[in-house]
Each structure stands twice: as structure tokens, then as C-alpha cells.
């Protein structure tokens, strides 16, 4: 909602901005997502190849990888303006990311290795 001047109101901009951390939320969710954002955050651009391998290991089946990936995964992040993906060179590059998306993703890393840890090794 606008004011006489044009201007937004503070309750719009919660809005919008609740929006985005849900989005951010929800590219989150997904561990292959996290994968390529995280290898995008350490080198600013990864191969395909590199990405379905790394998944392949976790979940051993490399065609439903590339499945999700490709139908899935990629289109997300390159619909939200997070990565651009070149079908030719099967490379996919970063791009400019929203405030707060690197915190996350590392809080998410974090958040993941504790649990791991704690699973492997849990205190009695």
C-alpha cells in the first residue's frame, strides 16, 4: 500500500520481506540445492558433473540425480536469479544473491554437522 506521496508503508515492506526469507527458506530445504549454492558460495561457478557425482555418492542413483537436477533443481534456483546454468559448457554460475542467503547457507552447513555428528557419535 501506498501513502498521497507513493511511498510504501513499513507494514508492505515486512511483507516483502517476509516473502524473501520464505523463498530463501525455500530453496534451503533441499540438500541439492544447498550442495550447488554452497560449492557456487566457495568458487563462484561448478560443473554439472561435479554436482551429480557429489549427489550421487549421498544417494547412490545417478539418474535420479541428474532427473532432479535438470527438472528440478536448476530451474528453481535460475527462475529465482540465484544461478545461471549454460547448457553448452554444462557449467553453472552464481549470480547476485539476496542479503542473508550466505548466513543461512552456512548456518545450514553448521546445522547439518552437528546433527551428523551427533548421530555418529551420540552421547549417552
Not at 501506498?2 to 520481506?17: F, I, L, V, W
Not at 530451474?75 to 547476485?96: A, F, H, K, N, T
Not at 555428528?117 to 552421547?123: L, S, Y
Request: aromatic residues 4%.
Amino acid at each position: 500500500m501506498s501513502d498521497e506521496n507513493g511511498q510504501r508503508g513499513a507494514g508492505a515492506h515486512r511483507q516483502e520481506a517476509s516473502g524473501e526469507v520464505d523463498l530463501l527458506f525455500d530453496v534451503l530445504r533441499e540438500p541439492c540445492r544447498r550442495l550447488v549454492l554452497t560449492r557456487l558460495q566457495r568458487n563462484g561457478r561448478v560443473s554439472v558433473e561435479r554436482i551429480v557425482n557429489e549427489r550421487r555418492l549421498r544417494s547412490g542413483d545417478r539418474e535420479s540425480v541428474e532427473i532432479d537436477l535438470y527438472h528440478v533443481h536448476l530451474p528453481m534456483l535460475e527462475r529465482e536469479g540465484l544461478i545461471e546454468y549454460d547448457e553448452r559448457s554444462g557449467e553453472i554460475v552464481g549470480r547476485d544473491w539476496p542479503a542473508g542467503l550466505d548466513r543461512l547457507l552456512a548456518a545450514a552447513r553448521e546445522l547439518e554437522a552437528g546433527l551428523f555428528a551427533e548421530r555418529r557419535d551420540p552421547v549417552n
